[in-house]
């Protein structure tokens, strides 16, 4: 399957009520990859003492980011995809600001995929880490 | 610390903009365990197709619902909290139903505390299950 | 396939060298359920100033009796089974003795399987919890 | 605290019991980056019929890595470590051959240290990844 940008932007950002609600951007995909960028706005705090991002947001973040970098490797639209597990490595407090993440594959299987993700405002100094494991159901199969 | 509910009700439900956006609500609290319920709505769903809830938002859940665990061993209200790493294995597809989460203690240490969450339509098939681990930064340190 | 305890007893102890290396004994095994003992010796110690047991030991006897338990749903000497992922907690130190560990299914399908783990020398207080993941190749796939 | 490569070496490779006992070797260590090799012998088989090492072996190997990462940011002989939790994503089979194992540092405190893991034959083929949490105990805390 050619990735076909204009289609998973349609995906990601509109046919996910999830990430239309949030505002999610679709910024960069490609073969095994994608980057997406999560608008800052007030109700994403998680504590308002310091003002940084809910851990949540940033879990949802990566594991989007990384559905979407597994959802690259489909071969039909038909293929489906469910997220198995999710590990995630809290490295800095989110800021009050937009953050991206980024997925790319680790591990791709015919069944099996396996993503690093990362959380950021600013690469060089990450506020989270992920891996994720998703299932594919092919209809091929 | 003896356990206010009315006070981590506060916190938990309007404190916190995340919580207080996606209205969740402190079901019940005790010493190393709190439950929560995040009400439905359509903005909650990951895939249309299936109708099922996105992973996200049941990670972010069991995030928060681990973490309330954790607080209820805080001593102070200026002891902090934060969340060093989580992980969530998915068990089965969420509903377009309200759903619950609940956490309680697997280790509580003066500064490191981990906790079991899980969460459920049905608390006899699990929707999701996960660990947290969580940095206290205790002011008599 | 009805569980064999004398076959899965000769697979876990004596087929697979890992563990005939340790001396892992099966102590019970059931549909979705299997429990091991691995005798203490001088070299599985990581600590000797505390003398506490390395967690790599623990990791790779929850690694072990999980994929037992995921064994057990094996339709057929001919399917295959490979681990995805491991996720552990260490929540004390573990002593210079023979410890247990028990695995248990919290998710069982037709390729992916999850499981529950612990480690303990006293039950009511466990060593280390953890979670595996399993790939199930089936040869009626 | 400078690297002292040769204490390094006496420590990793003869001090911990559970390295003597698999000849575990300390090919590279520098600040917050350590190397090791693991060498092959029949014992760490997991699956005889496909010859594969042991899961176990390799997340022993990755805990042990991780931790030697973390020990270099250690001020005194006196502060002590513990591992808190460890995540592996199996990516390959590994080969019944000698294999290595990398770890670096993801995030680096004075309490807590993640790194990052990573186990292979040859680096451009990981047969594993993992992630490590370690908790330090500073005799000046």
């Known amino acids: 399957m050619v990735i076909d940008k204009d289609l998973f932007k349609e995906v990601i950002e509109n046919f996910i009520p999830m990430h239309q609600m949030l505002g999610v951007k679709l910024v ?9 960028m999560i608008p800052f706005r007030p109700e994403l705090v998680g504590d308002p003492r310091r003002m940084s991002l809910h851990g949540g947001i940033i879990s949802l973040a990566l594991d989007s980011v990384g559905g ?10 038909d293929d489906s995809l469910s997220t198995i597990d999710i590990r995630i490595d809290y490295l800095r407090p989110g800021k009050p600001q937009d953050f991206f993440a980024e997925g790319e594959l680790a591990r791709s299987g015919n069944r099996i995929i396996v993503t690093r993700m990362i959380a ?6 990450p506020i989270a880490e992920g891996k994720g494991v998703y299932n594919v159901k092919r209809k091929i199969d």
């Open 120 to 125: 950021y405002h600013d690469k060089s100094e």
């Open 68 to 77: 979407a970098a597994a959802m690259t490797t489909m071969l039909s639209p």
């Open 28 to 36: 960069d995909i490609g073969k095994g990859y994608a980057k997406i």
